[in-house]
């Protein structure tokens, strides 16, 4: 069921940084991976894209809420990708997930099909 596993989440007062990191448990089986992404939700709201990467470094993509906050990276020799967030604000606090797309990439949700069980962003005023 869960592909995936988050790290990095936490509390943090506005204006504070995050990282988060995401890579595959060792038991997973990912036969095609074309696209990395970060997704977030909040209670009674839709999972929403947040970031997204070709594997093979053709692109990424954000939201615009977060252009020039947050930055999407990936490491292929290790199979990690990150998200490093600068200048959180209150509405940043949701529930951070990781997901593989095998074919497309962007940030509609359908789009991907590995996820990882989240982990929890909450900034502060």
Not at 47 to 63: D, K, P, S
Not at 85 to 93: A, S, V, W, Y
Not at 102 to 118: D, H, K, M, T, V
Request: aromatic share 12%; net charge positive.
């Amino acid at each position: 069921q869960v592909h995936l596993m988050e790290s990095g989440g936490g509390s943090v007062q506005a204006g504070g940084s995050l990282r988060l990191s995401c890579a595959p448990l060792p038991s997973a089986h990912i036969p095609f991976n074309n696209c990395r992404a970060w997704f977030r939700q909040v209670p009674g709201k839709e999972r929403e894209g947040v970031a997204a990467i070709y594997r093979n470094g053709g692109g990424t993509y954000y939201r615009d809420s977060v252009k020039g906050r947050f930055t999407i990276s990936q490491d292929n020799v290790n199979n990690t990708w990150y998200l490093q967030m600068n200048d959180l604000k209150p509405e940043d606090t949701a529930m951070y997930f990781c997901a593989i797309s095998a074919f497309s990439c962007g940030l509609p949700r359908i789009e991907y099909n590995y996820w990882g069980q989240g982990t929890q962003v909450t900034v502060s005023s």
